[in-house]
């Protein structure tokens, strides 16, 4: 690319959404080169601590979008809980949106994103999208199942909330049908699993993409509980799912990081979720490797080139602090040797995610054990994996 046509570095970035994700970006800011004005619910929010300044304002306000974007040069997000009717009303006009609102229906809406792969020939497990349970494909559907399905509802999930395992088929009935009365809702078959793992995407507004390496992931109750490096899969597995986000970073075109999560079983890789914002898979980049998925969220939306991903250890262990039924001592968790603790900032509440810990070394012994002696000494309700 010419230097003719190289993208203007935008130095004011607003961020969507003040919880632990923006709260990093705001810690990587400085180092970027880049000003961060934040869109908070409240004026405690997690990352008003480590933003340059702070607006007040629902994420799908539009008065406050418009404000914060009369303020800045471009608009990320550090979640999907987004109007995108009123974001590509605010595009329409001139905002910058990185990713844009087209981009980020692929992780607002479960029901496109599934019908979007699946069109364009990219592997995910078998799925109807229904508004009800009078739609006629339902039965067979469900009938060709060997269990009873997975019922996603198609916007506002998270974190395990909108996900929901009946045990039979009266069941799935009436969870989709409660889930109906918000819009389409995903029904799924229940695949099993012999590995989940994630890969983060970073692509530039020239379209130069940089990929993080594949890292395994071990859920609870829909929450992630430990993320590690490298991931477990054979060299076969991981080239699957190298190729597939490959094909999904080229299908969707955002600009900044896109995390994938897969489904890994006896008959293959199959993307599970696409994320389109730093993600909980990506935190053990911080001091994993030569660049941070934030710091590189950053440069890819304010239009610097992209760095180097490439890892500064031989394993990682990352453990997430999830508030146990009583507090426990950040200052015990810091006084575990070689392991680095993020405190997110928030007071304790069970099952609320307070922060994470990160430990680095040779071999896979050592650092899962640090790590796990932290987050127990924080007070994490998370069992060891």
């Known amino acids: 690319m010419s230097s003719a046509t190289k993208p203007t570095v935008s130095e004011r970035i607003g961020v969507v959404g003040a919880g632990q994700l923006a709260r990093m970006m705001g810690e990587a800011a400085r180092d970027v080169g880049v000003t961060i004005t934040l869109l908070a619910n409240a004026p405690d929010d997690s990352a008003v601590a480590t933003c340059s300044t702070v607006l007040v304002g629902a994420a799908n306000d539009e008065l406050a979008l418009r404000e914060l974007a009369s303020a800045v040069d471009v608009i990320t997000f550090d979640h999907e809980l987004v109007d995108l009717e009123v974001l590509g009303k605010l595009e329409a006009e001139g905002v910058i949106l990185r990713p844009s609102s087209e981009a980020l229906r692929y992780a607002v809406d479960k029901a496109f994103q599934r019908q979007a792969l699946e069109a364009a020939g990219i592997?995910?497990?078998?799925?109807?999208?229904?508004?009800?349970?009078?739609?006629?494909?339902?039965?067979?559907?469900?009938?060709?199942?060997?269990?009873?399905?997975?019922?996603?509802?198609?916007?506002?999930?998270?974190?395990?909330?909108?996900?929901?395992?009946?045990?039979?088929?009266?069941?799935?009935?009436?969870?989709?049908?409660?889930?109906?009365?918000?819009?389409?809702?995903?029904?799924?078959?229940?695949?099993?699993?012999?590995?989940?793992?994630a890969q983060l995407v970073v692509r530039s507004v020239d379209g130069s993409v940089v990929f993080y390496p594949v890292v395994s992931t071990v859920q609870r109750d829909g929450m992630c509980v430990e993320v590690h490096y490298p991931s477990d899969?054979?060299?076969?597995?991981?080239?699957?799912?190298?190729?597939?986000?490959?094909s999904v970073a080229s299908?969707?075109?955002?600009?900044?990081?896109?995390?994938?999560?897969?489904?890994?079983?006896?008959?293959?890789?199959?993307?599970?979720?696409?994320?389109?914002?730093?993600?909980?898979?990506?935190h053990w980049t911080i001091e994993g490797t030569l660049t941070s998925q934030f710091a590189q969220h950053l440069r890819a939306v304010s239009g610097q080139p992209l760095a180097s991903a490439t890892p500064v250890t031989s394993h990682a262990t990352m453990v997430n602090v999830v508030g146990a039924d009583l507090p426990g001592s950040l200052d015990a968790a810091r006084s575990v040797g070689d392991t680095f603790v993020h405190d997110y900032g928030k007071s304790w509440r069970p099952g609320r995610k307070l922060g994470h810990v990160t430990a680095l070394g040779d071999e896979p012994a050592s650092p899962h054990v640090r790590a796990w002696n932290s987050a127990r000494a924080y007070g994490t309700v998370t069992r060891e994996a």
């Open 123 to 197: 592997a995910v497990p078998r799925f109807l999208v229904v508004r009800s349970t009078t739609d006629e494909r339902l039965a067979s559907f469900l009938d060709e199942l060997a269990s009873p399905p997975v019922v996603k509802a198609a916007r506002g999930g998270y974190d395990g909330r909108g996900v929901a395992f009946p045990s039979n088929r009266d069941e799935t009935l009436e969870v989709i049908d409660e889930m109906s009365r918000a819009g389409d809702v995903v029904v799924e078959e229940h695949l099993q699993l012999t590995e989940e793992v």
């Open 233 to 246: 899969l054979d060299e076969k597995a991981t080239d699957e799912a190298f190729h597939l986000s490959e």
């Open 251 to 282: 299908l969707i075109r955002g600009v900044g990081v896109m995390a994938i999560e897969y489904f890994v079983t006896d008959d293959g890789v199959l993307v599970n979720e696409v994320a389109l914002r730093p993600h909980n898979s990506g």
